[in-house]
């Protein structure tokens, strides 16, 4: 307890922010050092490390800000420095990546200031205690649900992610993916009244929210022909799964303990892959080694929840505890579970296949510069072993041996119409109709706007 610090805060380690507290510390560490070991020391270098440190800074302070006050500074803090990794680069695409993303991330925060503030009014306090949250009014939640969907990636509010990520430099888009984003389930589970309210509606909106997403990012990722594009479309599906579970914990408060570990779990592994996967991404483009790509595989069959990985084992734990919901709702779950597993490998396959025509006939890379990531591939092959594997793993092997399949008929076969299909699905998809109207109605209620010899520019 700080009593003279801002309003009177708090820091500590509530009970699942140490998990995520030590697998984001870990992201963050080894991608600054990956980025430090390639990197030259120039002006732009060490403008990317201020704005680096600032978002770290921001992530760790909502981690461990355990009032309302710290949450907030630490969350607005990390969302805003993370505008200066997006446009780091310079170009265009980041340019418009950038602009998409701070106006999604300004309305979260603004969404989330509100919301903070009628948590404030209600309970008359900055450090409310779960059961204190119980009895929140519609406005009250619903704007904790935008908030932290928009920073979640929630399907209809994800358009910001497939764009944001891939402009960002590497070690950024690591932790962009890895840690960032995950930062809306701490956000959730303390805030909201879970094993205290059963919230029906709510839990019902974010299943199926969920749920979706964790199909429809597949659908959209597959066609895309950036390789960060396809990892980005996976984040969106992947934090579709655990919103999904989110949203269950909700509808049924006796199994909402079970499941909010579940879903700490399958972050922790979500993290640590998807961070590997970006930083093995920037590696391989780099050396052009077969090598690294090769190495590749250890993330992304994770990620595929290949029995005896940490993506079983998360995906097993999750199962387990989606079945001890007493709900009808938890089927939905469990059935979207195995084909979202198996579009995830599908999403693997193609993210692979991409890399590969960025490599070329070197055999290895520079071992200094990757230590960083075989340290991180060497926690993704501990973990299960650690926490054990996942109940009857070759049985559900399935998934996995049926995207393989498919993967390998569809580049043996090659169908004209499937390759037509190829960069068919602008990365952000929604963004481009949802441009279209605001560049329309913006000629509608201003149509003399262009005479001043400026033409306005869409987002």
């Known amino acids: 307890d700080l009593p003279w610090l801002l309003l009177g805060s708090r820091f500590g380690v509530d009970d699942h922010g140490g998990m995520f507290l030590l697998f984001s510390s870990l992201l963050w560490l080894l ?7 390639q990197t030259h020391a120039d002006a732009k270098a060490a403008r990317f490390r201020v704005f680096y440190l600032l978002a770290m800074s921001g992530n760790f302070m909502l981690i461990l800000g355990l009032d309302l006050v710290s949450f907030y500074l630490g969350f607005a803090l990390m969302g805003l420095a993370a505008y200066g990794l997006v446009v780091h680069d310079g170009t265009g695409t980041a340019r418009r990546a950038g602009t998409i993303y701070l106006i999604m991330t300004l309305i979260a925060e603004f969404a989330l200031l509100f919301a903070l503030v009628l948590i404030y009014s209600r309970t008359g306090t900055l450090t409310p205690e779960p ?3 119980v009895g929140g009014g519609t406005l009250e939640i619903g704007l904790l649900a935008l908030a932290f969907g928009i920073k979640a990636g929630v399907i209809g509010l994800h358009f910001w992610l497939p764009l944001a990520h891939p402009a960002a430099p590497v070690p950024a888009s690591a932790v962009l993916s890895g840690a960032m984003i995950k930062t809306a389930l701490v956000g959730w589970v303390r ?10 509606e709510w839990g019902v909106l974010l299943l199926v929210a969920g749920a979706a997403g964790a199909l429809l990012a597949v659908l959209l990722g597959l066609p895309q022909q950036n390789p960060k594009v ?8 992947k934090m579709g799964t655990m919103v999904g579970a989110l949203g269950l914990a909700l509808i049924d408060p006796p199994a909402a303990a079970g499941i909010v570990a579940a879903v700490t779990l399958f972050a922790a592994h979500h993290g640590l892959a998807k961070g590997a996967l970006f930083l093995g991404a920037g ?6 080694s077969r090598l690294a790509l090769l190495l590749l595989l250890i993330p992304a069959l994770a990620l595929a929840a290949l029995p005896f990985t940490t993506g079983a084992l998360a995906k097993g734990v999750l199962s387990l505890s989606l079945l001890a919901a007493e709900t009808g709702w938890s089927v939905l779950l469990l059935w979207t579970l195995p084909i979202a597993a198996s579009g995830t490998a599908l999403l693997m396959a193609r993210f692979l296949y991409l890399m590969h025509l960025h490599t070329e006939t070197k ?20 973990l299960p072993l650690a926490y054990g594997t996942a109940p009857a793993p070759i049985r559900e092997s399935w998934p996995v041996a049926l995207a393989a399949a498919t993967a390998v008929l569809t580049l043996l076969a090659r169908p004209a119409w499937l390759v037509a299909l190829a960069g068919r699905v602008p990365p952000g998809d929604l963004i481009e109709p949802i441009s279209a109207q605001l560049s329309l109605f913006g000629r509608v209620i201003a149509p003399g706007g262009s005479r001043s010899g400026v033409e306005s520019e869409t987002i």
């Open 31 to 37: 991608a600054a050092a990956q980025h430090a070991l």
């Open 131 to 133: 059961v204190q949250l």
């Open 191 to 200: 805030y909201l009244p879970f094993g205290h309210e059963s919230l029906p």
């Open 230 to 237: 396809v990892l980005a479309y996976s984040s969106v599906g």
């Open 283 to 288: 590696l391989v483009k780099s050396s052009a």
């Open 363 to 382: 055999r290895s890379f520079a071992l200094l510069p990757a230590l960083p990531w075989l340290a991180l591939l060497s926690l993704i092959l501990l």
